[in-house]
């Protein structure tokens, strides 16, 4: 079973902003961030905020990917040391004020631990983007041998799997359309597969955590949080590759689903058909 290392640590509280006024305001209680990475995973972190103490709150965790999130010191705030880590995809800001000591006269300036833990959770973040490259090219190589299965990265569900329990509009899965469906995209966006899943009952939610690699919580925001990260984005596209360039065949197979055609479209129809079976049972 896979253990996780702590990579970095940090006393810190949460912080609310408001939108309107740009304004950060500190929550009551003592809090502090734990970032671990499993042992047998490069790409994934887990940033976890908890209460400290006898604090109250309740624990927060979130999978921050390289080229989604970033993590930054807000200067603008003069009133504390305010940390943001923001998520591009969802548009998610958390922010979060310092509680480590500091000898500064002015409370806004980061102290020498406050910049340990601003530069060493961006190089996290770096590490991250780095390690994706290399898997970039490594999925190149293996996209030249269309009579293989797509690789699937050990850090995301079976995307394969996913696909068939989310629902593919018929209108868009249709293979007489004028334009051909080139990726999926296109048809069932990212953005798609978090909404349905913030719909699903509970039941469905805990069968599609079953996918979930060991190291992630079996929770709807897990889910939501994986299907909207890069690494997703990153499989989506081999899949979609892999489909191209006539996998759909060994895929369906390999589901127990019916092949209905090559390509992106051939697959789209299979993965609609197999949930209508499954909704009909």
């Known amino acids: 079973m896979a253990t996780t290392t702590d990579i970095l640590f940090f006393k810190a509280g949460q912080a609310d902003f408001d939108e309107e006024t740009s304004i950060v305001t500190p929550r009551r209680g003592q809090g502090r961030i734990v970032v671990t990475q499993p042992s047998d995973s490069e790409e994934l972190i887990s940033f976890v905020w908890e209460p400290r103490g006898t604090a109250g709150g309740e624990k927060v965790e979130v999978y921050p990917f390289a080229g989604d999130a970033t993590f930054q010191h807000v200067p603008a705030c003069k009133t504390g040391r305010v940390f943001k880590l923001q998520f591009e995809s969802s548009g998610e800001k958390l922010f979060y004020w310092a509680?480590?000591?500091?000898?500064?006269?002015?409370?806004?300036?980061?102290?020498?631990?406050?910049?340990?833990?601003?530069?060493?959770?961006?190089?996290?973040?770096?590490?991250?983007?780095?390690?994706?490259?290399?898997?970039?090219?490594?999925?190149?190589?293996?996209?030249?041998?269309?009579?293989?299965?797509?690789?699937?990265?050990?850090?995301?569900?079976?995307?394969?799997?996913?696909?068939?329990?989310?629902?593919?509009?018929?209108?868009?899965?249709?293979?007489?359309?004028?334009?051909?469906?080139?990726?999926?995209?296109?048809?069932?966006?990212?953005?798609?597969?978090?909404?349905?899943?913030?719909?699903?009952?509970?039941?469905?939610?805990?069968?599609?955590?079953?996918?979930?690699?060991?190291?992630?919580?079996?929770?709807?925001?897990?889910?939501?949080?994986?299907?909207?990260?890069?690494?997703?984005?990153?499989?989506?596209?081999?899949?979609?590759?892999a489909l191209r360039e006539g996998a759909a065949s060994i895929i369906a197979r390999e589901l127990g689903q019916e092949y209905l055609g090559e390509g992106v479209e051939g697959y789209l129809e299979s993965a609609r058909k197999a949930a209508k079976k499954e909704e009909d049972k």
């Open 99 to 241: 509680q480590n000591p500091t000898d500064s006269e002015n409370v806004w300036e980061l102290s020498k631990e406050d910049k340990r833990v601003l530069n060493t959770m961006q190089a996290i973040l770096e590490e991250q983007a780095d390690d994706a490259e290399e898997n970039a090219e490594d999925v190149d190589m293996q996209d030249a041998e269309p009579k293989s299965a797509p690789a699937v990265n050990p850090t995301v569900p079976d995307l394969a799997s996913m696909m068939r329990n989310i629902q593919v509009p018929q209108s868009q899965s249709q293979s007489h359309q004028a334009v051909p469906v080139m990726n999926i995209g296109s048809v069932v966006s990212q953005n798609m597969m978090a909404e349905h899943i913030r719909s699903l009952d509970d039941q469905e939610v805990d069968r599609l955590c079953l996918l979930l690699p060991d190291v992630i919580p079996k929770t709807r925001e897990s889910l939501i949080g994986v299907v909207q990260s890069p690494q997703f984005a990153q499989g989506m596209n081999t899949f979609d590759s």
